[in-house]
Nanobody
Framework: VQLQAYGGGLVQAGGSLRLSCTAS????????MAWFRQAPGKEREFVAA????????QYADSVNGRFTISRNNAKNTVYLQMNNLKPEDTAVYYC?????????WGQGTLVTVSS
C-alpha cells in the first residue's frame, strides 16, 4: 500500500488546516490509519487514529478537542482536520496505514504555525 499525504502549509495560531492521506495499492486490506508528527529535534509522536471496523477514533491528549480524524471510504482517504492550531503543533505530519500486508508510511507534510 502506498500513501500520499498532502495539505500542510503555513498558518497563523488559531487557524485551521486539513490534511489528507490517500491509500493506493492493496487499499482494501487497510484496517487502521493514523497520523503522527515529528517536530524538529523531537521524536515522532502519535496524533490521531481511525479504525476501519466500527469507526472508532483515538487522539493524543495534546490535540483532543482541536483535531478531528475522519475518512472517506470510497476514496480510501483519511483526513485530519486541525483547528485552533498552536505554534507547538508545528511539525512534519506523517500518515500511517496498517493492514494485511503490515504497515506503510506516507511522506511527510509540513505544518508550520506562526505565533
Amino acid at each position: 500500500v502506498q500513501l500520499q499525504a498532502y495539505g500542510g502549509g503555513l498558518v497563523q495560531a488559531g487557524g485551521s488546516l486539513r490534511l489528507s492521506c490517500t491509500a493506493s495499492g492493496r487499499a482494501l486490506s487497510v484496517y487502521h490509519m493514523a497520523w503522527f508528527r515529528q517536530a524538529p529535534g523531537k521524536e515522532r509522536e502519535f496524533v490521531a487514529a481511525f479504525r476501519w471496523s466500527g469507526g472508532s477514533t483515538q487522539y493524543a491528549d495534546s490535540v483532543n478537542g482541536r483535531f478531528t480524524i475522519s475518512r472517506n471510504n470510497a476514496k480510501n482517504t483519511v483526513y485530519l482536520q486541525m483547528n485552533n492550531l498552536k505554534p507547538e503543533d508545528t511539525a512534519v505530519y506523517y500518515c500511517n496505514a496498517r493492514g494485511g500486508w503490515g504497515s506503510s508510511w506516507g511522506q511527510g507534510t509540513l505544518v508550520t504555525v506562526s505565533s
